[in-house]
């Protein structure tokens, strides 16, 4: 379906890698035991931020 559009099979190439770190990511900091505010704070950014999707 994509390999016919180059760039159609960059968004998804993109989407799927942005998917995989984010999913990285929340294991990590469920992991850790952290909210997504802690995460923020420790990175220096706010909640929003972190909770928003890719």
Do not use: C
């Not at 998804?12 to 995460?39: F, H, M, W």
Request: aromatic residues 4%; charged residues 25%; glycine residues 4%.
């Amino acid at each position: 379906m994509t390999s016919s559009d180059p760039e159609l099979e960059a968004m998804v190439a993109k989407a799927s890698i942005n998917a995989e770190v984010a999913q990285l990511i929340y294991e990590a900091r469920t992991k850790a035991g952290l909210t997504q505010k802690q995460l923020a704070e420790l990175v220096d950014t706010k909640q929003p931020v972190i909770g928003r999707p890719f």
